[in-house]
């Protein structure tokens, strides 16, 4: 286009930026893609039968397999998993070793949510004292592991933490446990013990991808927009230039 003039340092942005954005557009609905094919394969694991603890080790892929529970809490080592939210409200996740009885394995189990309205009084929660079945479903976290904020040895219970690594829980205490979290279903034991299948969803990952084409084309569209003005802006600026061809004046 030869009255098309936005300019090389504009030219050299675009052609930087405008890949960037499309790509990050197109791996956002990559990542969209693959959360439905997990979300799908979760949703089918929330309605198939329970497994004993002990068919985990021939499991390759744990996420979200329900398990069959039957044994009792220890309510002496619970910790209060901090800075969760549930509808807007403040609180904090129950965790509790329990020991089930047929695999021998101590689990770390995720009781569910409890308000924490005021940091001045310790959430209250009760722990059944008797051998119970419950129903959970093994929680693998994405990306990095959970870690321990402070040292299991040490301090108080309940002890207030912002994230759990389980194996190393169980190794200063001195049991032999699995090394992820289960999350009660509601039932008996469990506090409010309505979990999400995916943290992100894929509409959310969808919704990211919009926005990165958005801005792909709004980009493009001032790119174009400069180029057009510049070349208008140029030709006006000729067409008022003094005209020096005219001869000599003869009166």
């Not at 009792?72 to 998993?81: A, C, N």
């Not at 219970?157 to 509601?186: D, F, H, M, N």
């Amino acid at each position: 286009m030869s009255g098309f003039r936005p300019g090389w340092l504009p030219s050299i942005a675009v052609a930087l930026l405008l890949p960037l954005l499309l790509g990050l557009g197109l791996w956002q609905l990559t990542r969209a893609e693959e959360k439905r094919a997990l979300q799908e394969g979760f949703a089918a694991r929330q309605h198939a039968a329970p497994i004993d603890l002990n068919e985990l080790e021939r499991r390759a892929d744990l996420a979200h397999l329900r398990v069959r529970l039957y044994g009792q809490f220890d309510e002496r080592h619970s910790l209060l998993l901090d800075n969760r939210q549930r509808g807007g409200k403040v609180g904090v996740e129950l965790l509790q070793p329990f020991y089930d009885q047929a695999s021998g394995l101590w689990l770390l189990v995720n009781r569910g949510w409890l308000p924490w309205p005021d940091r001045r009084t310790p959430p209250q929660f009760s722990t059944p004292e008797q051998p119970l079945e419950l129903l959970a479903r093994v929680h693998v976290p994405a990306g990095e592991p959970f870690q321990l904020q402070a040292d299991p040895a040490t301090g108080d219970w309940p002890r207030l933490v912002t994230a759990v690594e389980p194996e190393r829980l169980w190794q200063q205490l001195g049991r032999g446990g699995l090394g992820y979290e289960v999350r009660l279903e509601p039932g008996p034991a469990a506090y409010q013990a309505e979990w999400p299948l995916l943290a992100m969803s894929p509409d959310k990952h969808t919704g990211y991808a919009v926005q990165w084409f958005a801005l792909a084309a709004a980009l493009l569209g001032l790119y174009l927009y400069l180029g057009i003005h510049n070349s208008r802006q140029s030709a006006r600026e000729k067409s008022n230039e003094p005209s020096h061809e005219s001869g000599p004046f003869h009166p």
